[in-house]
């Protein structure tokens, strides 16, 4: 039955079922998207082909075969230059925001393949590595374009060991101090929040939950050592403790899942589900005696304050949320 009923939703709304196109043939590819954002910056077609060195006839074709896939027209030409329509502008938005992530992920996916000359060792936890550090990667690749980059993503535990051990540069942590053996700047705040499936009983609430009532449920979890365990197993023992798990979890993305699928709710940074409660496969449930603030911390070596490439991608970071 609940496959019959998941493939009926998929079909009703129009992004899955039997028969949808997959994203990749419906979505232009990102050469498009940086072509249509030269158009709307040069005003010229044929400037905006020799910025992204192809041929004037070359980017008309592109430009064409991508209305046709949308199925609208985005820019209209005159001997004057080239101007976006109405829908032009408002692609042109969007693939601003595509192509802007596309370059977070690759600058993400340079630093994990790590190199053996790699000048800069990063360790950060899994909130702020998947949430953060890709931008301020991006962001050191513009001041330093021949850094090398590696990245290693873990729990705060792993991250101190890693530091403690002599296998990162830098750290990045979300627990409620500095570990044992590092010095470390607040580099940024973030606040744990309790997450449920839409149709969790929660939800309809009208006062909110109890902190008594969250403690004694068993909540699908981060392991043990993770930031937001930490700061959880903290706020909740004035109260017993937490409850046994019913589900720990070694990733935010698993966590998450799980809690899409109904399985229980969880607490989690408010960083990690934005898109989901945005898009209501989450829903926020208040909890009225109970905060879970933290800081997020940049961290080294004791004694070692952080030179060269770790000092610019840690005056990077100032600002984080």
């Given at each position: 039955?609940?496959?019959?009923?998941?493939?009926?939703?998929?079909?009703?709304?129009?992004?899955?079922?039997?028969?949808?196109a997959?994203?990749?043939?419906?979505?232009?590819?990102?050469?498009?998207?940086?072509?249509?954002?030269?158009?709307?910056?040069?005003?010229?077609?044929?400037?905006?082909?020799?910025?992204?060195?192809?041929?004037?006839p070359?980017?008309?074709?592109r430009?064409?075969?991508m209305?046709?896939?949308?199925?609208?027209?985005?820019?209209e030409?005159s001997?004057?230059?080239?101007?976006?329509?109405?829908?032009?502008?408002?692609?042109?938005?969007?693939?601003?925001?595509?192509?802007?992530?596309?370059?977070?992920?690759?600058?993400?996916?340079?630093?994990?393949?790590?190199?053996?000359?790699?000048?800069?060792?990063?360790?950060?936890?899994?909130?702020?590595?998947?949430?953060?550090?890709?931008?301020?990667?991006?962001?050191?690749?513009?001041?330093?374009?021949?850094?090398?980059?590696?990245?290693?993503?873990?729990?705060?535990?792993?991250?101190?060991?890693?530091?403690?051990?002599?296998?990162?540069?830098?750290?990045?942590?979300?627990?409620?101090?500095?570990?044992?053996?590092?010095?470390?700047?607040?580099?940024?705040?973030?606040?744990?929040?309790?997450?449920?499936?839409?149709?969790?009983?929660?939800?309809?609430?009208?006062?909110?939950?109890?902190?008594?009532?969250?403690?004694?449920?068993?909540?699908?979890?981060?392991?043990?050592?993770?930031?937001?365990?930490q700061?959880?197993?903290?706020?909740?023992?004035?109260?017993?403790?937490?409850?046994?798990?019913?589900?720990?979890?070694?990733?935010t993305?698993?966590?998450?899942?799980?809690?899409?699928?109904?399985?229980?709710?969880?607490?989690?940074?408010?960083?990690?589900?934005?898109?989901?409660?945005?898009?209501?496969?989450?829903?926020?449930?208040?909890?009225?005696?109970?905060?879970?603030?933290r800081?997020?911390?940049?961290?080294w070596?004791?004694?070692?304050?952080?030179?060269?490439?770790?000092?610019?991608?840690?005056?990077?970071?100032?600002?984080?949320?």
């Open positions: 039955m609940g496959s019959e009923r998941d493939e009926r939703t998929a079909t009703a709304d129009g992004t899955g079922g039997p028969g949808a997959p994203l990749a043939h419906r979505v232009p590819d990102l050469g498009a998207m940086e072509l249509l954002l030269a158009v709307a910056r040069l005003g010229s077609l044929g400037r905006a082909a020799r910025a992204q060195g192809i041929t004037q070359a980017a008309s074709s430009i064409r075969s209305e046709r896939q949308l199925g609208v027209a985005l820019v030409r001997p004057r230059g080239s101007r976006l329509t109405d829908a032009g502008v408002l692609v042109t938005d969007w693939a601003r925001r595509v192509v802007e992530a596309a370059e977070a992920f690759d600058a993400g996916a340079q630093a994990l393949r790590g190199r053996r000359d790699s000048r800069l060792r990063v360790a950060a936890s899994m909130t702020i590595a998947e949430y953060l550090l890709p931008g301020w990667l991006v962001a050191l690749r513009a001041q330093r374009p021949g850094t090398a980059v590696s990245l290693q993503a873990g729990n705060t535990r792993a991250v101190a060991e890693r530091l403690l051990a002599g296998e990162a540069d830098l750290g990045f942590v979300e627990g409620l101090d500095v570990p044992a053996g590092l010095d470390g700047a607040v580099i940024g705040h973030d606040r744990l929040i309790v997450v449920a499936a839409p149709s969790h009983p929660w939800t309809r609430r009208r006062t909110g939950l109890a902190a008594a009532e969250l403690a004694a449920t068993p909540l699908i979890l981060r392991e043990r050592g993770s930031g937001p365990r700061v959880l197993d903290a706020a909740l023992a004035r109260l017993g403790g937490l409850a046994a798990p019913l589900l720990e979890l070694a990733s993305t698993a966590v998450k899942s799980a809690v899409v699928s109904e399985a229980a709710p969880s607490v989690l940074s408010e960083l990690a589900v934005r898109e989901e409660l945005t898009a209501r496969r989450l829903v926020e449930i208040p909890v009225r005696d109970l905060r879970l603030g800081d997020l911390r940049a961290v070596p004791a004694g070692r304050r952080p030179a060269g490439p770790a000092r610019d991608l840690l005056g990077l970071t100032r600002g984080a949320p």
